[in-house]
């Protein structure tokens, strides 16, 4: 008996001393693992909300940007549609997961079949020089964030656009648990239904502008969930992205201020994306979950139209800071510091880390990461220190890389031609210092060709 009682008290310390999975995930000083919303917006660019350009009309988001920390220097890893995408995911470059462009799901097209699928797992683009062979699809074996935050006992849903591969490759084989609007497409035909072509998402749908059907789906997952497991929501919009289809009431109130043609049907896209920020939001508050959850809002890449203070975007040039440079908001309450405006140099890279630690786990065990956690930063407001520099990429043109760091950034081209440009000193970077500053352009050229070398692209370089 005397035995069986230490056996018991044993088991008990240990129970203490070795905490279960789950247990040892509750790390956070609250003892209690936030829910996280992250919202994710396609083409956006980085001045396209009221508070940086008067034109739009975005109280939700001005009003996000400002409870929280508005990263202020904030870039996309390969500014285009899947790249941004996969890397988000998995915290891995584009450059290392091989994804260095978008998919080009068209129908019956570059290997897809009418319904955007295909059995070929990379493609070549012929106005690329360097001929690089691009992945299909983002790989089953790559550790994605809902994958990592489900082992920490998050329940994980996604909704809306994908764009890393068809229907084997979908948000639920990635670590979700469930996925609502997720097609095969990297872009809706109309924001109107019927929405996509060759498709059965949404089919029965007659009236909802596309924006707010994804944010139905969303609300409907907040108002309805009643577990005790926290929860990450990706809702990952189509919107801004073409086509230009403002919601028709809103298109309406923008003509009526003046506005014309794609111009107001583009104002009235930011607006119903604001809509959806404020309505998520909203809900959070009914549903007494406001106090717990993490908001954060994202864009893939520079918009498609002008992106001013910045050259570039979209369309052209867009490793230039139009097009890769891209508004980022977080907001954790009771954590990170109302009208926070944050300069670090940050990119999508260390959204996987930061992701990760947040909900208590272990950065460290996840081989191949490129980004570093943000906790710190985002707790304390504080000054990062990198380290290194942050390298854009990217398999369409001449231009293909860049390399930011502190003030510097060099551009990289395939022809073998670069320019260097004093971010600090000219935010629109339009005097080229390569020739009048060769030591500090020689200095980043050989961080990138030592940085080519490690991701294991250096047979497509221009500057090795």
Same mark, same amino acid.
């Given at each position: 008996m005397q035995k069986k009682h230490l056996l018991t008290l044993a088991a008990m310390l240990a129970a203490v001393i070795i905490p279960s999975r789950a247990e040892d995930a509750k790390t956070l000083a609250d003892g209690k693992q936030p829910n996280i919303v992250l919202l994710f917006v396609d083409d956006w660019g980085w001045a396209d909300f009221h508070a940086r350009n008067p034109k739009f009309? +975005?109280?939700? =988001? %001005?009003?996000?940007? +400002?409870?929280? =920390? %508005?990263?202020t220097q904030a870039y996309i890893a390969c500014p285009t549609c899947s790249p941004s995408r996969a890397t988000l995911l998995t915290g891995q470059h584009p450059a290392r997961l091989r994804i260095v462009r978008h998919i080009p799901t068209a129908p019956n097209k570059d290997g897809f079949d009418q319904f955007g699928r295909t059995d070929e797992e990379f493609h070549t683009l012929k106005t690329d020089p360097a001929n690089f062979p691009c992945r299909n699809w983002l790989p089953l074996e790559k550790t994605t964030y809902a994958e990592a935050l489900g082992e920490l006992g998050y329940y994980n849903y996604f909704v809306g656009k994908w764009h890393l591969g068809h229907e084997p490759y979908h948000p639920i084989h990635q670590g979700f648990d469930s996925q609502a609007g997720t097609s095969n497409w990297g872009h809706p035909s109309n924001y109107n239904p019927p929405y996509f072509k060759n498709s059965d998402v949404y089919k029965d749908e007659k009236e909802r502008y596309?924006?707010?059907?994804?944010?139905?789906?969303?609300v409907e997952f907040l108002e309805k969930y009643d577990s005790s497991q926290p929860f990450m929501l990706s809702l990952w919009y189509y919107t801004v992205h073409g086509p230009q289809i403002g919601r028709k009431d809103y298109v309406k109130h923008f003509e009526e201020k003046g506005m014309t043609g794609k111009d107001a049907h583009y104002a009235a896209m930011v607006k119903s994306l604001d809509d959806s920020v404020g309505r998520i939001r909203e809900t959070l508050k009914k549903q007494q979950l406001d106090q717990n959850t993490i908001v954060i809002l994202l864009s893939d890449q520079g918009g498609t139209f002008e992106n001013p203070p910045f050259h570039g975007g979209k369309k052209s040039d867009t490793l230039y800071e139009g097009g890769a440079r891209v508004p980022f908001a977080f907001y954790w309450p009771g954590v990170t510091k109302q009208g926070s405006k944050n300069e670090n140099i940050v990119q999508s890279t260390d959204l996987f880390p930061t992701l990760v630690e947040i909900a208590g786990?272990?950065?460290s065990k996840y081989k191949d990461l490129d980004g570093i956690s943000l906790l710190d930063v985002i707790r304390e407001d504080t000054t990062l220190d990198r380290g290194e520099p942050i390298y854009g990429y990217r398999a369409y043109e001449d231009l293909y890389a860049s390399v930011r760091e502190g003030d510097w950034k060099l551009l990289?081209?395939?022809?073998g031609k670069v320019k260097l440009y004093n971010i600090a000193k000219d935010i629109s970077e339009e005097k080229d210092l390569a020739t009048s500053n060769p030591e500090k352009a020689e200095e980043l050229r050989k961080k990138l060709a030592t940085w080519e070398q490690s991701m294991g692209v250096e047979k497509y370089s221009g500057v090795q």
């Amino acid at each position: 008996m005397q035995k069986k009682h230490l056996l018991t008290l044993a088991a008990m310390l240990a129970a203490v001393i070795i905490p279960s999975r789950a247990e040892d995930a509750k790390t956070l000083a609250d003892g209690k693992q936030p829910n996280i919303v992250l919202l994710f917006v396609d083409d956006w660019g980085w001045a396209d909300f009221h508070a940086r350009n008067p034109k739009f009309e +975005s109280p939700n =988001i %001005d009003q996000l940007m +400002s409870d929280g =920390i %508005d990263f202020t220097q904030a870039y996309i890893a390969c500014p285009t549609c899947s790249p941004s995408r996969a890397t988000l995911l998995t915290g891995q470059h584009p450059a290392r997961l091989r994804i260095v462009r978008h998919i080009p799901t068209a129908p019956n097209k570059d290997g897809f079949d009418q319904f955007g699928r295909t059995d070929e797992e990379f493609h070549t683009l012929k106005t690329d020089p360097a001929n690089f062979p691009c992945r299909n699809w983002l790989p089953l074996e790559k550790t994605t964030y809902a994958e990592a935050l489900g082992e920490l006992g998050y329940y994980n849903y996604f909704v809306g656009k994908w764009h890393l591969g068809h229907e084997p490759y979908h948000p639920i084989h990635q670590g979700f648990d469930s996925q609502a609007g997720t097609s095969n497409w990297g872009h809706p035909s109309n924001y109107n239904p019927p929405y996509f072509k060759n498709s059965d998402v949404y089919k029965d749908e007659k009236e909802r502008y596309l924006t707010d059907k994804l944010t139905d789906e969303s609300v409907e997952f907040l108002e309805k969930y009643d577990s005790s497991q926290p929860f990450m929501l990706s809702l990952w919009y189509y919107t801004v992205h073409g086509p230009q289809i403002g919601r028709k009431d809103y298109v309406k109130h923008f003509e009526e201020k003046g506005m014309t043609g794609k111009d107001a049907h583009y104002a009235a896209m930011v607006k119903s994306l604001d809509d959806s920020v404020g309505r998520i939001r909203e809900t959070l508050k009914k549903q007494q979950l406001d106090q717990n959850t993490i908001v954060i809002l994202l864009s893939d890449q520079g918009g498609t139209f002008e992106n001013p203070p910045f050259h570039g975007g979209k369309k052209s040039d867009t490793l230039y800071e139009g097009g890769a440079r891209v508004p980022f908001a977080f907001y954790w309450p009771g954590v990170t510091k109302q009208g926070s405006k944050n300069e670090n140099i940050v990119q999508s890279t260390d959204l996987f880390p930061t992701l990760v630690e947040i909900a208590g786990g272990d950065v460290s065990k996840y081989k191949d990461l490129d980004g570093i956690s943000l906790l710190d930063v985002i707790r304390e407001d504080t000054t990062l220190d990198r380290g290194e520099p942050i390298y854009g990429y990217r398999a369409y043109e001449d231009l293909y890389a860049s390399v930011r760091e502190g003030d510097w950034k060099l551009l990289a081209y395939r022809s073998g031609k670069v320019k260097l440009y004093n971010i600090a000193k000219d935010i629109s970077e339009e005097k080229d210092l390569a020739t009048s500053n060769p030591e500090k352009a020689e200095e980043l050229r050989k961080k990138l060709a030592t940085w080519e070398q490690s991701m294991g692209v250096e047979k497509y370089s221009g500057v090795q």
